[in-house]
């Protein structure tokens, strides 16, 4: 799939511009773009990651936007009946993909110094191929935070709370990233 | 269940978007029989919401008065909570504030004025039938005298429903979420009034 995407936007290894100029402006605009973490940053970061469990939070974030936001609904005509909030609690299309999101969260937790690096093929899909206005990363993001308020409750303090959303504002930045 | 959908028997869209083009024997349609459709040939349609989408439904009002009922006793811990997280969280916030001496979470002036904006938003509640005209004064006051920019409304919403969620997660429905999303936009509508 990947390779398919990269064969239709043209640029493959070879056709790619390999001059030092090229590649020094990838490095200094990554440099630019690299978000940086303290260490109790990190630390916060995993200790909400730690108590999320993907099958609830998953499926109630992807939920909220459906229900929130309806015309998300757009890009999701293939799980059938979405049209009211009881069809979308009980549809098990949105449940199981608001597992995959999660799980790709995961990948970011993980390794938060290449969050950019993580997401660009994800980014080049949702463009590409998906045609998603990343407005609707924004709304997933404040729906997943919603979700995880309601699991974690007062275990999201402040402070976890604003270095959750810096991490969730660096993946919608990085999901947003190929869309050019 | 009738939904909103099914009650649209205009061809145009009264607000909102509208669905992706899908067949019309989807699982979401059979039992439509073809009402509230609008259709684009090649057995396609599309569903267009009603107009009463883009506005609190009676259905909305309800679900807001209700759950507000159940939240009201605790409107000093939801504003100060709020109001906390807002600071920390959306630190161009603080702007508005620098004649608090202390700006920290759960402080003397954040928990006072957790209680105003509260209030207000329990009186909004009362007058939800008619928000522009029940909330003029208050729109007065953001535009002319605290020339509050009126996105910070929108990010105050969000850490009310944030704290909505953590003190009452099993009421904080999504169906409620919506409702008090809606309402929260209206309000920040109503204040926005007066600003130009």
């Known amino acids: 799939m990947h390779q398919g995407i990269r064969a239709k936007s043209g640029l493959t290894p070879q056709t790619r511009s390999r001059s030092p100029e090229h590649v020094w402006m990838c490095v200094l605009i990554e440099a630019a773009v690299m978000v940086k973490w303290t260490d109790k940053e990190r630390s916060l970061v995993q200790a909400v990651w730690e108590k999320v469990d993907i099958d609830v939070v998953g499926p109630d974030a992807l939920a909220r936007v459906l229900i929130v936001y309806p015309w998300t609904e757009r890009y999701f005509g293939r799980f059938g009946d979405i049209f009211t909030a009881t069809a979308v609690l009980q549809n098990a299309g949105v449940a199981a993909h608001g597992r995959v999101v999660l799980t790709a969260l995961d990948a970011a937790v993980r390794d938060m110094d290449n969050i950019r690096g993580t997401y660009a093929a994800l980014s080049r899909l949702h463009y590409e191929q998906l045609q998603v206005d990343p407005e609707n990363f924004a709304l997933l993001a404040d729906c997943i935070t919603v979700a995880i308020a309601c699991k974690l409750k007062s275990a999201l303090d402040p402070q976890s709370q604003a270095t959750w959303k810096k991490f969730l504002s660096a993946v919608v930045d990085a999901m947003s990233s190929q869309y050019n | ?196």
Request: net charge positive; aromatic share 8%.
């Open chain 2, 1 to 196: 269940m009738m939904n909103e959908f099914q009650q649209a028997d205009s061809a145009g869209p009264p607000g909102g978007a509208a669905t992706l083009p899908h067949d019309v024997k989807s699982p979401c349609c059979v039992n439509s029989q073809g009402k509230g459709n609008t259709s684009i040939g090649n057995g396609l349609h599309v569903h267009y919401p009603t107009g009463k989408m883009t506005s609190l439904t009676a259905k909305d009002k309800d679900t807001v008065k209700a759950f507000w009922a159940k939240v009201a006793g605790k409107a000093e811990d939801i504003g100060t909570d709020a109001l906390s997280r807002m600071l920390v969280v959306y630190p161009q916030t603080k702007t508005y504030f620098s004649h608090w001496k202390d700006l920290s979470p759960g402080s003397a002036p954040v928990r006072k004025h957790g209680i105003t904006v509260m209030t207000g938003v329990a009186d909004a509640v009362s007058k939800i039938d008619d928000l522009k005209g029940g909330l003029l004064n208050l729109s007065e006051l953001h535009a002319f005298t605290l020339r509050v920019d009126p996105a910070n409304f929108k990010i105050l919403s969000h850490n009310i429903l944030v704290v909505f969620a953590i003190m009452f997660p099993k009421d904080f429905t999504p169906e409620v979420h919506v409702a008090m999303d809606k309402f929260l936009a209206a309000l920040a509508r109503a204040l926005s009034e007066k600003y130009r």
